[in-house]
């Protein structure tokens, strides 16, 4: 591993969990269109068939509440954008608040299995969101259920563990000065990892993201889970894959981001 990759810093939602952030933004934005903001919304170019998950990745995937929420209300030329952002943002909480809570969302496979597979290998990991949410996610994942499910078997995962447990470093939730696309996320990430950037390499379902972590001098593994391949491409990535199984753990170690043989 002395030339390989020392730290590996993951997204959250999208990457590692299929949360229900895209649902709460939607239904919320819904809720206010034929409710409290009925009287303008035949102003807007707003109807609910238009948010798609395409638009969430594209204008709103990896940013904080409230910047989120005034770019999904400008992408539908909502008036008063900037105001009305706080409200929607709220109402997008209190709804993903409940759909937490009732474990409405599920870990994907291929990250678990990824993310194990990658500290087996002794490669530190951290998990870097901008959403305040991903500490719960994180939390409720249990590693040990999953290992056991599989049968798969790694001594550093103990009865109990959660995703959380095995975390070198958690950055998530932050109030950073600049959000995604800056790197400001995910080079205090490695500073806690304690790994340089170019010996660290990110892991990103958002073009966004992916910007964020080639602005910071880093390695972009683009995971395209919604038919956005050629978006993340173009953003920068260093490799594009639809599944994390796709990777070539002997690449890591070498420091590169290489397809896994078929």
């Given at each position: 591993?002395a030339?390989?990759?020392?730290g590996a810093?993951?997204d959250?939602d999208?990457?590692?969990?299929?949360?229900?952030h895209?649902?709460a933004?939607?239904?919320?934005?819904q809720?206010l269109m034929?409710?409290?903001?009925?009287?303008i919304?035949?102003q807007t170019?707003?109807?609910?068939e238009?948010f798609?998950?395409?638009v969430?990745q594209?204008?709103?995937?990896?940013?904080p509440?409230?910047?989120?929420?005034?770019a999904a209300?400008?992408y539908?030329?909502?008036?008063?954008?900037?105001?009305?952002a706080?409200?929607?943002g709220d109402k997008?909480q209190?709804?993903?608040?409940?759909?937490?809570?009732?474990?409405?969302?599920h870990?994907?496979?291929?990250?678990?299995r990824f993310?194990?597979a990658?500290k087996?290998?002794?490669?530190l990991?951290a998990a870097a969101?901008s959403s305040?949410?991903a500490?719960?996610f994180?939390r409720?994942?249990?590693l040990?259920?999953?290992?056991?499910q599989?049968?798969?078997?790694y001594?550093?995962?103990?009865?109990g563990?959660?995703l959380l447990?095995?975390l070198d470093?958690?950055?998530?939730g932050r109030?950073f000065?600049?959000?995604?696309p800056h790197p400001m996320?995910?080079?205090?990430?490695?500073?806690e990892?304690g790994?340089s950037?170019?010996?660290?390499?990110?892991?990103?379902d958002a073009?966004?993201g992916?910007q964020?972590a080639?602005?910071?001098e880093m390695a972009?593994l683009?995971?395209?889970?919604a038919?956005?391949?050629?978006a993340?491409a173009?953003?920068?990535?260093?490799?594009?894959?639809t599944?994390?199984?796709?990777?070539?753990?002997d690449?890591?170690?070498?420091?590169r981001?290489?397809?896994?043989s078929?």
């Amino acid at each position: 591993m002395a030339n390989g990759f020392r730290g590996a810093i993951f997204d959250v939602d999208g990457v590692l969990v299929d949360s229900p952030h895209e649902q709460a933004w939607r239904d919320g934005l819904q809720q206010l269109m034929e409710n409290e903001w009925s009287d303008i919304r035949g102003q807007t170019s707003y109807s609910p068939e238009k948010f798609t998950p395409k638009v969430y990745q594209a204008e709103m995937s990896g940013m904080p509440r409230y910047e989120g929420a005034q770019a999904a209300l400008e992408y539908f030329d909502v008036p008063d954008a900037e105001e009305r952002a706080q409200e929607y943002g709220d109402k997008k909480q209190t709804m993903i608040v409940d759909l937490i809570e009732a474990k409405e969302f599920h870990a994907y496979p291929d990250a678990l299995r990824f993310i194990l597979a990658v500290k087996e290998a002794g490669i530190l990991v951290a998990a870097a969101s901008s959403s305040k949410n991903a500490g719960a996610f994180l939390r409720l994942v249990r590693l040990d259920e999953f290992a056991e499910q599989k049968g798969l078997s790694y001594g550093f995962v103990e009865p109990g563990y959660t995703l959380l447990d095995i975390l070198d470093a958690d950055v998530s939730g932050r109030d950073f000065e600049q959000g995604k696309p800056h790197p400001m996320i995910f080079l205090t990430a490695a500073e806690e990892l304690g790994t340089s950037p170019e010996n660290s390499f990110v892991i990103e379902d958002a073009a966004n993201g992916v910007q964020a972590a080639k602005a910071g001098e880093m390695a972009a593994l683009g995971l395209a889970r919604a038919d956005d391949e050629q978006a993340l491409a173009d953003a920068g990535a260093d490799i594009v894959v639809t599944t994390l199984d796709d990777i070539s753990l002997d690449g890591l170690a070498e420091g590169r981001l290489d397809k896994a043989s078929s």
